[in-house]
Nanobody, 126 residues
Framework: QVQLVESGGGSVQTGGSLRLSCAAS????????MGWFRQAPGKEREFVAA???????????DYADSVKGRFTISRDNAKKTVYLQMNSLKPEDTAVYYC????????????????WGQGTQVTVSS
């Protein structure tokens, strides 16, 4: 059974940083595009970032406009882990953050994924 386990959430003040991790039990992790999503109270889940390994040390990455320049997604295929470095955090970044995996890169920005984690809470106070 595939498991995605997020960690690294917490509470920070505006302008602070957090680094989220998502460890995946996927047998062929490198074949999967990995993404981060978030859901704030009373709102729909939204796409945050996604990454796909295309060989050697080359990756695709895509970001929601709201996080470009502040968040960085990365992955370590050997550790089967994807990360989300979040800098310059704002109160509007407060949400439960989920990671997802899909073998088709184009599905993640559309909010689709084969596998999903349980989420980790990020709270940014002003």
């Amino acid at each position: 059974q595939v498991q995605l386990v997020e960690s690294g959430g917490g509470s920070v003040q505006t302008g602070g940083s957090l680094r989220l991790s998502c460890a995946a039990s996927l047998r062929t992790f490198s074949d999967y595009a990995m993404g981060w999503f978030r859901q704030a109270p009373g709102k729909e889940r939204e796409f945050v970032a996604a990454t796909k390994w295309i060989g050697l040390n080359t990756y695709y990455a895509d970001y929601a406009d709201s996080v470009k320049g502040r968040f960085t997604i990365s992955r370590d295929n050997a550790k089967k882990t994807v990360y989300l470095q979040m800098n310059s955090l704002k109160p509007e970044d407060t949400a439960v953050y989920y990671c997802a995996a899909d073998q088709r890169w184009e599905r993640l920005p559309r909010g689709l994924g084969d596998y999903w984690g349980q989420g980790t809470q990020v709270t940014v106070s002003s």
